[in-house]
């Protein structure tokens, strides 16, 4: 069977859309079904890509490249490719997929798709249609009003509304964007007209909606159809996280781990409420005439209501997605998943998906004997812990493929425990979430096991649609780890897992691992004992930023002269205007930022030794983004040279540059 992976789009949220796309060819392809890449740029022109180009990092990656790497559809093309397959399978989020467009075009070609149709797509893709629609047939939706571009009484509409309704806070965000892009959180009329004008001059849409902000709990679920076509609601995920100082569940959030937003699954209801929520969004697929699969959000309030805000006709599918995390708590893996969703697409429009063969690395026959044990190891306690996670998940989902390896996940935690982890809680998004789920899993078993028993007989599996069976975790030592490991792949990011020190302790009981030995990494994590290493290397092009090594305890009761004082002599030492602070021997970004002036380097070293766990946007000039923090107790810190780089930029697809050093 081929199948047409359809991704990108003209939407912000093409680089999710790749994602998503990368899960389902990295689980979706193989045992009779091979995939074809589809790509659309911002444009909607398409071309076909290779599976080497969909690992391009960005779409910014795909833009320059398409033109060399890819091959370019015209519409006669794009026709005939698509002619050529069984079935399409889309990923393209936000507009053009989600809105009916990219749905529409395949039926005009009578091609097969996975996910909802042309007019399902249409209903849910415009927030207040979709809010006027439901609240049509007795559902609970707040009040919200729609500004549209041309009109010229937009500050009149928004301050009615506020009299109105008396609010005290509202939101305001584009009538048909996704994933929270362009969403704000204000207090006045006067704030919601001036977000609104941004919205309109950004061109993010030509439709505006304003409504009450939802005092209750965020929560999402997954919609599936079972093979007679009956919709089945998975376990809902409740979203903890603050709301103070109109703070929201924002894109950052959403996709990037963060501890600023914890998720349950189950969510901390009662069981009466998560049925409740069960029975509508079944309710909701139907009276919306979705199909194969969907993610609704939505909102418990305060007097028990249930208002669903927000409706996803393709949910997102990069590897800890909600789609996975739920769907896990059942037995799904990733690769069992896409194939329900296609078996139950292809049942549709009389086709047969081929069966797994005996000999498959997923299959249940020999194959599954006989591999080589892999233990992959992620978390620790370095502030590098949530990539590390990401990283050793991705590890071992990909290792999973291996027909000589058999992975299984392994966490390390905060407190240096070290636990084996079923499917379901190998995909949760923070080392801390794993932890606590780990920690409780004995205590909810039974409750846990009655709500996905009614999930899974609702969904009418066969016995080999789902593999992953859920255990209770259990906790050991780092060594009493290292003594039942014959091999280890570590996935971990900076700590012992860079510095020398588990290499050492895997060396010394001869388990085999990935990577450098001790030595090698030992001196790697030291920047300052890597740059001695490589002294009088110039003749070769090996140059070095100057550095100043500095313990951070001897800034402890420094006066503001002081700082002055010692910014003056970092500028002098080091030859630079501008310096890099970063601690001594930690990996990645973590805790690297760069100092203009003494006021700079005050508030770094202030933010240091109180242990901030990460630094806010703005705190110093120039930075846009969020620096997470590591605890650099005890640590030194290095200042260096800020690199002057030079000015690059595209022009008619080659790279031009300015020289500066």
Known sequence: MRIALICGGPSLERWISLNSARSVLDHLEGDGIEIVPLYFDHKKRAYHISRAQLYSNTPSDFDFKLRETAKFLSPTA????????????????GQFGED?????????????????????????FDKFEANEFIRKHGFYAPPSMVLKIHEKNHGEKIRDFFKLHDLK??????????????????????EALDRSKHLFAKRMDTRVVVEPFCKGVEFTVIILQNRFGMP????PTEIETSYMEHQIFDFRKKYLPSRQVRYHCPPRFDNETIEKIQVQAEQLFVLLGMRDFARFDGWLLPDGKLWFSDFNPISGMEQNSFLFQQTSRVGFSHRDLLRYVVKNAARRYGLVVPEVKENSPFGSGPAKRGKKPVNVLFGGDTSERQVSLMSGTNAWLKLRRSKLYAPRPFLLDTKGRVWELPYALALNHTVEEVLENCENAEKGEERLRFLEEKVRLRLALKKDEVSEAFFIPKSMGINAFVKKSDFVFLGLHGGIGENGTLQKTLSINKVKFNGCGSTASSICMDKWETGERLQGLEKWGVYLAPKKSQALASFEGFKPKDFDAYFKKLQMELSSRTVIVKPQDEGCSSGIVRLFNAKDLKAYLDLALKKATHISPGTFRNQREMVEMPDMTGKNLLFEQFVETDSVRVKGNQLKWKRKT
């Open 169 to 190: 806070r509202a939101i305001v965000k584009p009538a048909t964007g996704g994933s929270s892009i362009g969403v704000f959180s204000v207090d006045t009329a006067a």
């Open 78 to 93: 794009l026709k005939n490719i698509l002619k050529s397959v069984d079935m399409a399978f889309p990923v393209i989020h």
């Open 232 to 235: 089945v609601a998975i376990l």
């Open 100 to 124: 009916g467009g990219i749905q529409r075009l395949l039926e005009r070609f009578n091609v097969p798709y996975t996910g909802s149709g042309v007019e399902a797509c249409k209903r849910c």
